[in-house]
């Protein structure tokens, strides 16, 4: 009887235990452009972190104020618009000069601007509310710029929620795009929220206007002119 051998054969699709290792696809070397681009979203990374970082420090050096919980809730509302201002910038940016390198940064940039207006509600929700659903009701209900500045921050969940490539795979292009438009709504919500929070200095609520006005014009010049 012809005894077995003791190896598995290659022919079989095995490999013995000191058999070679299939060779790994070696990683295709980054380009210039995208190392260059890989450096700057970590600057970004850490840039967009400044802000909550100041709010920390003046936290722990009792540097908010008087009202600490209204400094919170401004500042971080601040930053939210901001964020949402310059996401907006990516694509007006993009057809004027022909970069594609500032499309590679909205997704970072949008989930920052979720990320300040996750932390603007929690500061009302637990700071200035202690989580008193009946009066955060009696709020949205009676307050305008509440009104208005929740239902924006509920829209951005699905935004955020979508923002990774599977999702965007999941969805299809065309109903992720659709889905994604309603950054102009946001947009529009976040800056009458401010304008009616502050009431008396509307200066950077018009600032804010005046921006987000530019931005959303010239995306509708570029739709008409298609």
Do not use: C
Request: overall charge positive; cysteine-free; hydrophobic content about 50%.
């Amino acid at each position: 009887m012809k005894k077995p051998d003791p190896t598995p054969s290659a022919s079989r699709g095995g490999r013995g235990e000191g058999g070679p290792r299939p060779a790994l696809p070696a990683k295709r070397p980054k380009t210039p452009k995208e190392k260059w681009i890989s450096a700057g979203k970590a600057w970004v990374f850490l840039a967009a972190l400044i802000p909550f970082g100041k709010l920390l420090w003046l936290g722990f050096n009792d540097g908010l104020g008087a009202n600490p919980i209204e400094k919170i809730t401004r500042t971080t509302g601040w930053w939210t618009l901001a964020f949402l201002m310059i996401t907006l910038t990516a694509t007006p940016l993009r057809i004027l000069s022909g970069w594609g390198w500032p499309i590679r940064f909205r997704r970072m940039l949008g989930l920052y601007a979720f990320f300040y207006a996750s932390l603007h509600f929690s500061t009302y929700l637990v700071l200035d509310q202690f989580f008193d659903w009946p009066a955060i009701v009696k709020d949205i209900s009676k307050r305008p710029y509440i009104t208005v500045g929740f239902p924006a921050f509920v829209l951005l969940i699905p935004l955020a929620v979508t923002s990774t490539n599977k999702m965007v795979q999941r969805l299809g292009a065309k109903r992720w795009k659709q889905l994604h438009r309603l950054v102009y709504v946001i947009a529009i919500a976040g800056v009458v929220h401010f304008w009616w929070l502050v009431k008396k200095d509307i200066t950077e609520p018009v600032q804010f206007a005046w921006v987000l006005a530019v931005l959303l014009g010239f995306r509708v010049v570029v739709a008409l002119r298609k």
